[in-house]
């Protein structure tokens, strides 16, 4: 029976070169979760992702896919898949990866946390049980410090704020207005946890094994690092500017300006 979208999570996966490990993890989400819908976003990989995803959706109505013109970056197309999956109804909006670092059968443990009143739950790598077994010592390091630098910088109170394992409550990603939200790489995690920190929004971490990708090549880049610490630089020094106005009794929360000078930075690191 074809149950009514609007009583369903929706599990984004943003693509890019994602051939060889879609259809599997595909598979494995409608194993642990056949109630929910899957939408692939993918950017016109040149490997063929979004041909894969079609011909499983031609059997199966859960399974869409959103084809985007070209390589966009992460931000965007969760953007862009959060906004479909709204339009659709979505109960729940769960951000995963493609290359199975992600384990689907923590989306029921992501969805009761949700159900049991909090507004986003986070599979966390830095949790009790947590773990990120054969990552290597450099990304574990550059995982760890990031998420130092932006816990002592933004006062996130969350452990692994650059995870991309997560479901959100739809009414926490309306509050935050998708629109305004513009990082892209891990800096997007990092801003979606800062925003939902600034609403007080009800944040539970649970512990998940990250597993390295087999299959297909990172998507990390040098620029991706520096963007999110430059963005998590300067939304420190806004939440700081907040803190010091309020203490003055000025609540005009934000500046315009320095919303336009972080368009520019990141127009030039994109550029
Ligand atoms: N649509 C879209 N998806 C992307 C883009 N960049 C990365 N992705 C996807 O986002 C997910 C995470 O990217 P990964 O390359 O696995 O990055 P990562 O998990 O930080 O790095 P590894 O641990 O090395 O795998 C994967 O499903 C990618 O295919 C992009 O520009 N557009
Ligand atoms: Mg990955």
Redesign the pocket.
Known sequence: MELDSSSAPWVV??????AGNIAAVIERIRSVVPQARILV???SSPDGTAQVVKDLAAGDTYVNVLS?PM????GS?YRDGFIRGMSEGATALIEM???L?HEPEVIPVLLRVLEDGYDLAIGSRYVPGGKSPGLSRGRLALSKGGNAYANLILGLGVRDATS?FRAFRPALLQTIDLATVGAEGYGFQIEMVFRAAILDARVAEVPIVFRE?TQGV???SRNIVIEAMVLCTVWGAQRRARQLARKRGDFAPYRKGTDKALAAIIGVLRA
């Open positions: 996966i943003p693509t890019y070169n994602e976003v993918d950017d985007r390589k966009s970056g992460l197309a990866d493609a290359d670092s991309g990708r990172s998507k990390m």
